[in-house]
């Protein structure tokens, strides 16, 4: 009997000093909660603020994230404020999508002291409904009384399907069968690249050379220095077509077309002068040296000319732009 009585003493005691160091650590903190006073209707975006303050010295707070909030309401924001070394607070921004009053479970918060921590929890918060239909009874009324009309539609139902045919006649007999108007489509232009068009012709040339049995040597120096003329005429704009050998030299140099273009084109339309003004002979590999001076002439050409032909490129086509948005205001 006196072991029973000694160790119900100690239990007593023991329970005592826990219980008291139970309300000491939960008097050391004290939370609050401020929720809105108003009903929410769905939907609706509404703060939920959390206050926690110590008698003591706090390392951080860990207030409760989206886990512990209910499928009713959404976490949108939120904003944690410290305000000094014992008082914190956290605002959440909650968005209400509850169909009937709805409570806020106590909410687990940690307060973290270097390696101790303590949990406290906040008082539920009840969150009341806002009903936006006056009665369950009004749910499904109509929203004006249902009326019986003694008049018949079908008769206008007839004479709408009579409109209908009647305009399908119509239009079968005057614009079903109506030629179409054909619109002509204007040609869009085309830059011709110098570059290209003089390989052209210097391939024709050297395949025609090539296949002709008696060697017309002026038809084919003719054609020779002509492919260069040309080329110069729709790249540099110089009149080369209608000039002697010696006026293309001058308008080269005038141009400052560079000097290796300059120096194949005085060979090939010097030689070509000769067999022309001075009955000059020449011989089957004088002209294959010529023709090699006009490759290397395109050579060179395809180096040193690229941006100019750029440059006449984007002229042309700003150009014949600006002339389709004329003709087209006119």
């Given amino acids: 009997m006196y072991k029973l009585n000694q160790l119900t003493v100690r239990r007593s005691l023991i329970l005592f000093v826990c219980s008291f160091f139970f309300i000491k650590i939960a008097s050391a903190q004290s939370v609050s909660v401020q929720s809105p006073t108003d009903s929410l209707s769905v939907g609706q975006v509404f703060d939920l603020s959390i206050t926690v303050k110590t008698q003591e010295t706090f390392s951080k707070i860990i207030f409760p994230d989206s886990s512990h909030f209910s499928p009713n309401l959404f976490l949108n924001i939120t904003e944690q404020y410290r305000v000094n070394n014992y008082s914190d607070s956290s605002v959440y921004k909650l968005q209400f999508f509850a169909t009937d009053n709805f409570t806020v479970p106590p909410l687990p918060i940690k307060v973290v002291n270097g390696s101790d921590t303590t949990f406290v929890f906040t008082e539920p918060v009840d969150l009341v409904y806002k009903q936006t239909i006056s009665s369950i ?112 030299m001058r308008y080269l140099d005038a141009f400052g077309v560079d000097s290796q273009l300059t120096q194949h084109t005085r060979k090939v339309l010097n030689e070509a002068d000769m067999i022309k003004f001075a009955k000059f002979n020449p011989t089957l590999d004088q002209s294959w040296r010529a023709l090699d001076e006009a490759d290397a002439f395109l050579i060179r050409a395809q180096s040193v000319d690229i941006m100019r032909i750029d440059r006449k490129k984007n002229e042309y086509i700003a150009a014949n732009t600006k002339q389709e948005e004329t003709d087209g205001m006119g």
């Fill in 137 to 248: 009874e009004d749910k499904f009324k109509p929203l004006k009384p249902v009326y019986d009309f003694p008049i018949s539609i079908w008769p206008y139902i007839v004479i709408l399907l009579l409109l209908l045919a009647i305009g399908y006649f119509i239009w079968r007999k005057y614009f079903q069968n109506q030629p179409e108007e054909i619109i002509e489509e204007t040609p869009v232009p085309v830059f011709v690249n110098p570059l290209e068009e003089l390989e052209k012709s210097l391939s024709r040339i050297r395949n025609n050379h090539q296949n002709l049995p008696a060697k017309n040597f002026k038809h084919f120096y003719s054609e020779l220095g002509d492919a260069l003329r040309l080329y110069f005429e729709e790249l540099y704009d110089i009149p080369a077509l209608e000039s002697t050998t010696r006026e293309v």
